[in-house]
């Protein structure tokens, strides 16, 4: 494909992989090389590793910091030939098992090409190994555990509102063996900060948010070089206190120094990540039933709805099929906009008549001019993100009425009265602003990318 390419039309196309994503284990299998905690086990650099003791028995490899030389692509395969052409006994070398097959890809690198997955690496691996240290009774008598401070945690979690934009609500830690990887990482950069303030100690916490700076940085949409960098040196920091605070046994998480340059190579950390495929998961398993030839009863699940869409312009208007049709391909009653205030604000939900007391209207007319008639709504589109009042709210577990407007003030939307694109914001009958739709961040709290 690369070479050849596909000619469509009078245009020819060409693919080449630009990255590959994958979890530790299945990156070894897809680079040739031995598995993640083996020696040398660090898929970018040449760090070889030390045996730690983790238990009476058992022992692990720990990756202490050291500044060890990066991998290329040009030595990966020198050192691939040579074991391959070692005919007795080849064995792994720096890490490397021998070739893989994408080394033969063109324009591809097969280190730096390779992501290293924020959701198992800092997700599931990182902060589960954190809250395990901080909540486990196997810890509870260092100076870092706050196991006793449990129940506050837990109850915090269950009591909190959430954003439309975080599907789920937080769950207690009693349920964490439950949790999903969306879970942890919500916790992580949403939760974690203000629900540990005070209750972890200092030392701990100072440690703890240079994780969390770390990754958020890495998250952003657009990240300057200067950001890089000091994300680079949190991480690095984080990295090798994690021996001082913890204990040298817990320094497993070296690829934490590689990430920014991952992202300088490939982009923000929500590009490349199995999150993605986390998603699928859930998606493809819906398309099957039973265990019996899985593969073809997902392709005939994917067929009937890519031909779905197009049933109801083949059956007649007015018929009961045509009716059904129509239902069935119906879209979500997010996407039927009916009254688009701007070019990307729209109003959801019924827009209703309202009738504001004397003191509100002097207020807004003063600010307004005159208006002949004022219109509520209780919930509003804005590009992708769904902003809803607290009147709407009261009855929902959520919060999406909380916004950040672009002069740094959160304001809290009672309900909004619409005048053209000027929004009057309502708390307790008072105004609390009047605001137009370009005073309203686009980033509300969550970027819809993370
Ligand atoms: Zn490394």
């Known amino acids: 494909m690369d070479v050849a390419g596909i000619t469509v039309g009078e245009k020819k196309l060409r693919c080449i992989i630009l990255s590959a994503v994958a979890d530790a284990p299945a990156k070894c299998l897809l680079m040739n090389t031995v598995q993640f905690n083996g020696r040398y086990g660090c898929p970018v650099c040449y760090n070889e590793g030390q045996v730690a003791q983790v238990s009476e028995r058992g022992h692990s490899r720990v990756y202490p910091f050291e500044d060890s030389s990066l991998r290329t692509h040009e030595e990966m395969r020198n050192i691939g030939t040579a074991v391959e052409q070692s005919f007795i006994d080849p064995q792994p070398d720096s890490g490397v098992k021998g070739l893989s097959v994408f080394m033969k890809l063109a324009h591809f690198d097969i280190v730096r090409a390779h992501t290293i997955d924020y959701m198992h690496c800092v997700v599931l691996g990182v902060m589960r190994m954190l809250l395990n240290l901080w909540f486990d009774s196997l810890y509870s008598k260092k100076e870092w555990s706050v196991r006793s401070s449990l129940s506050r945690i837990n109850e915090a979690l269950e009591n909190m509102k959430v954003p439309s934009c ?122 099957f039933h039973g265990t019996k030839q899985v593969e073809l009863q997902i392709v005939l699940a994917v067929s009937s709805q890519l031909k779905a869409n197009s049933i109801p312009s083949r059956l007649q208007v007015g018929t009961e099929e045509h009716v059904f049709a129509k239902h069935l391909t119906r879209k979500s009653h997010l996407t039927r906009r009916r009254l688009q205030i701007s070019s990307s604000m729209f109003p959801v939900g019924v827009l209703k008549q309202f009738v504001p007391e004397d003191h509100i209207k002097q207020a807004i007319e003063a600010e307004e001019g005159i208006m002949v008639q004022y219109n509520t709504f209780y919930r509003i589109l804005l590009g992708n993100r769904l902003i809803s009042s607290e009147v709407y709210e009261r009855t929902q577990k959520q919060l999406s009425y909380a916004v950040l407007l672009k002069n740094g003030v959160y304001a809290l939307v009672l309900c909004t009265v619409y005048k053209l694109d000027r929004y009057v914001l309502l708390r307790s009958n008072q105004i609390t602003g009047i605001v137009s739709q370009q005073h309203f961040r686009r980033r509300n709290f969550v970027p819809s990318h993370m």
């Open 166 to 287: 975080i599907t789920r609500k937080p769950r207690s830690l009693d349920t964490i063996v439950h949790w999903k990887a969306f879970e942890y990482k919500n916790f992580m950069l949403y939760f974690s900060v203000p629900l540990l303030y005070g209750i972890l100690p200092k030392l701990y916490f100072n440690h703890y948010i240079l994780l969390v700076e770390g990754i958020f940085v890495l998250l952003g949409s657009s990240i300057s070089q200067l950001n890089l960098k000091r994300a680079k040196r949190i991480l690095a920091e984080f990295s090798i206190q994690v021996g001082e605070l913890y204990g040298e046994r817990f320094m497993t998480f070296n690829v934490l120094l590689h990430l920014s340059d991952k992202v300088k190579d490939l982009g923000p950390l929500w590009c490349h990540n199995c999150f993605f495929y986390e998603d699928y998961n859930g998606d493809l398993r819906k398309l």
